[in-house]
């Protein structure tokens, strides 16, 4: 049986934006039976054929920050054994994992399609591509979509920390409220992003009930953020998870951003945009690729002594050059880096937009106060 653990593909519905998180699940049920009249096989047929139950589901209204999943079916009614797998995908949140195995006729699998509803208020739809082969339906694609509110329980929004100097300790506070329940527990805070799970101090606390934001609230927890010594320079955008107790709303994601500042900086030479302090290198064809240049800027009186390293890049099709270091000044070094999209990339979006977040490099220093640098890179690749 071959499993399928995650398939998905972003789509933009209006004027929608912001992110999104899916997921597609697949596990074996062979004595499932589907409801839809299957295509009629003869005998002497020794293909297999794929018959998917439902191929929409919409979810409704969804909270902001919330998720919800809906299972989809697919038998296979031939007589041979089916092989199922990953379609091709450019959405952010895609990690495909297909072990090996087959579905026998007359079995099937379920795949499971979960949403987290992390765009802003408006509709969403979402879509997850599965490929057989069945020599009659090579493709399926599954499709799942519904509107995004604001979450009322939840203030501020986000956790926004404009901008923090190298080493300063500001803490950010958000309050998780119960609008409806007496009783309120929020747990198991996780970042998002793996790179800032040791960025940050979190606190979880009760609040009385006077002292919350929003007076109708029946109970509520602060959660403050605290970031520590090592937070790299450069702006910064993840996602922090908690678990509560709430119907509808059992985890919650919450945005974390903002930028640090330093002695260390970047300034553009090919597709920096200054004022949101981001490489645009925008879209490429695969068998084209594309490139971006910046120069990392060193000040200060340990200009001169300070090197670069890669330490990680996402997603890693991307490839960084350091170039030699260029001495300005006693108190002045621009590093020349490029950043390039090879010819032959597979398709993907990381526009920081719905379909995908903007790619990361981190580079080490040997800078004694600044030990690492943050560069987003926002960029698509087309067929």
Not at 299 to 318: C, H, I, L, T, Y
Request: charged share 25%.
């Amino acid at each position: 049986m071959r499993l399928l653990s995650t398939i998905i593909v972003a789509a933009v519905v209006g004027i929608m934006t912001g992110a999104a998180i899916a997921y597609v699940e697949v596990r074996s049920d062979r004595d499932a039976i589907g409801k839809l009249q299957a295509p009629a096989v003869h005998p002497s047929d020794k293909s297999p054929r794929a018959e998917i139950k439902e191929q929409h589901y919409t979810f409704g209204v969804m909270q902001r920050g919330t998720r919800k999943s809906h299972e989809f079916e697919i038998r296979n009614v031939g007589n041979a054994p089916m092989t199922v797998r990953s379609g091709g995908t450019t959405c952010k949140c895609t990690v495909s994992k297909v072990p090996d195995g087959t579905i026998p006729p007359g079995g099937s699998t379920t795949i499971k399609l979960e949403w987290t509803a992390k765009a802003d208020s408006g509709p969403f739809r979402q879509t997850a591509t599965i490929l057989t082969d069945d020599p009659l339906q090579s493709q399926i694609e599954i499709t799942i979509d519904g509107q995004i509110q604001g979450v009322s329980g939840i203030e501020p929004a986000d956790f926004a920390f404009d901008k923090l100097a190298v080493g300063e300790t500001k803490s950010v506070s958000v309050y998780v409220m119960a609008m409806l329940q007496d009783d309120l527990t929020v747990s198991e805070a996780q970042f998002a992003d793996p790179t800032m799970r040791d960025k940050f101090d979190v606190k979880i606390e009760p609040v009385p009930r006077e002292a919350l934001p929003n007076k109708a609230a029946k109970k509520g927890e602060r959660i403050t953020l605290t970031p520590k010594s090592n937070l790299p320079v450069g702006r910064f955008m993840t996602w922090l998870t908690v678990h509560t107790n709430l119907p509808e709303a059992e985890k919650l994601d919450i945005p974390v951003l903002g930028q640090v500042i330093g002695d260390i900086s970047v300034s553009g030479v090919t597709g920096w945009n200054e004022e949101q302090g981001v490489l645009v290198i925008g879209s490429v064809k695969s068998a084209d690729g594309g490139r971006g240049r910046v120069n990392l800027i060193v000040r200060g009186q340990d200009a001169s002594n300070v090197k670069f390293a890669v330490k990680s890049v996402e997603p890693k099709e991307m490839k960084v050059t350091i170039g030699e270091p260029k001495k300005l000044r006693e108190n002045l070094l621009h590093v020349p880096v490029e950043i390039e999209i090879p010819a032959g990339t597979r398709p993907m979006v990381h526009l920081d937009t719905a379909q995908g977040d903007a790619g990361r490099i981190v580079f080490s220093t040997t800078h004694p106060k600044i030990k690492e640098l943050s560069l987003g890179v926002r960029f698509a690749v087309e067929r």
